[in-house]
């Protein structure tokens, strides 16, 4: 039987570092790192992204993140959390996003849903992997589009 723990995220995850997920209600949602495999918390430029290691060499893991506003009048509800996820599940790289002090698995809608933006909130998207500077071209447009909401 396979032990589980609760990170910091409030996302349950496997002992066994090998079969990190990230488990809502016992349905496995999506890979998600734990703790130790974030990046670190340091300030984020408001219209930069930052890629520590450029380059698409094989086997190269890019390290990225952006600073996003929520614009949209109902702020993040479900379906805008819902494109996020869906676009984010399209990328290898593990993809977080964070706001405020609380950082969530950005493949897991229960999890995004969780940290309630409102209009006006500040997130942090944080991608690592292979892909993670077209994941965030990808998830940039999103937001830039008011994940096509027209008010």
């Keep these: 039987m396979e032990k589980f723990i609760t990170n910091e995220t409030d996302a349950i995850l496997p002992q066994k570092p090998t079969a990190m997920s990230c488990l809502t209600g016992g349905a496995l949602l999506a890979s ?8 670190s918390d340091g300030p984020s430029p408001k219209s930069e992204t930052e ?16 600073d996003f506003w929520i614009l949209n009048k109902l702020g993040f509800h479900a ?15 593990d993809i977080f996003v964070q706001k405020e002090n ?3 698995c950005g493949k897991s809608l229960i999890s995004v849903l969780l940290l309630a933006a409102a209009s006006g909130s500040k997130l942090t998207v944080h991608a690592s992997g292979p892909d993670a500077s077209e994941a965030l071209i990808e998830l940039e447009r999103l937001f830039h589009n008011r994940f096509g909401e027209v008010e």
Aim: glycine share 8%.
């Design 32 to 39: 998600c790192p734990t703790r130790s495999q974030l990046p």
């Design 51 to 66: 890629v520590p290691q450029t380059g698409t060499g094989p086997g190269q893991v890019v390290v990225a993140k952006k």
């Design 79 to 93: 379906r805008p959390a819902t494109q996020f996820v869906k676009t984010a599940k399209r990328f290898i790289s």
């Design 102 to 104: 609380q950082r969530v």
